[in-house]
């Protein structure tokens, strides 16, 4: 299921930088970006920051290459491919993609000046203590011989 779920990732990934789609997921004006790293920034957003627990939501991310070299990451799914951090003002934290499990994954390449969106599903599991918190997504990438890890913008949501 994993290969079948890779393979239609690539082949949309290969459709959309072929259209030129890939790039144009909007202005960094539009987009609240976490720090850079080499370049490279990551932004989440969600359509929706009041979230029940035990539900269902999607995680929309945008990874933006502004260095002056090609970037590469791995494309396994989405849920394994990024850490997500759901964290209250008391420290508590809740890890919300499940450890990674070694699988296939494609390659790819994101050159410079290209920002590349993907979709996380995500359920808030039902031992999330209803209140306040900030959810944070980590990505890693490689750049020349080097392997770097990415922090998105932090975004405010409520579970009730």
């Not at 080499?38 to 995680?59: C, Q």
């Not at 209140?131 to 990415?150: I, M, P, W």
């Amino acid at each position: 299921m994993i290969i079948k779920k890779t393979f239609i990732s690539l082949i949309l990934v290969s459709f959309l930088v072929e259209l030129g789609l890939a790039h144009s997921y909007g202005s960094t004006n539009e987009i609240r970006w976490g720090e850079s790293i080499n370049g490279v920034r990551l932004s989440i957003t969600m359509s929706n920051s009041l979230v029940d627990a035990g539900s269902l939501a999607f995680i929309a991310t945008v990874i933006t290459n502004g260095s002056a070299n090609p970037i590469i990451i791995a494309l396994g799914d989405p849920e394994m491919d990024y850490d997500l951090l759901l964290t209250n003002g008391g420290g508590m934290g809740y890890n919300l993609t499940p450890p990674f499990i070694l699988g296939s994954s494609t390659r790819i390449t994101i050159n410079t000046n290209i920002q590349f969106p993907e979709t996380i599903p995500v359920t808030f599991g039902t031992n999330i203590v209803p209140g306040d918190y900030t959810l944070q997504a980590t990505r890693f990438f490689g750049l020349g011989d080097g392997r770097f890890k990415v922090d998105s913008n932090l975004l405010n949501v409520h579970v009730k």
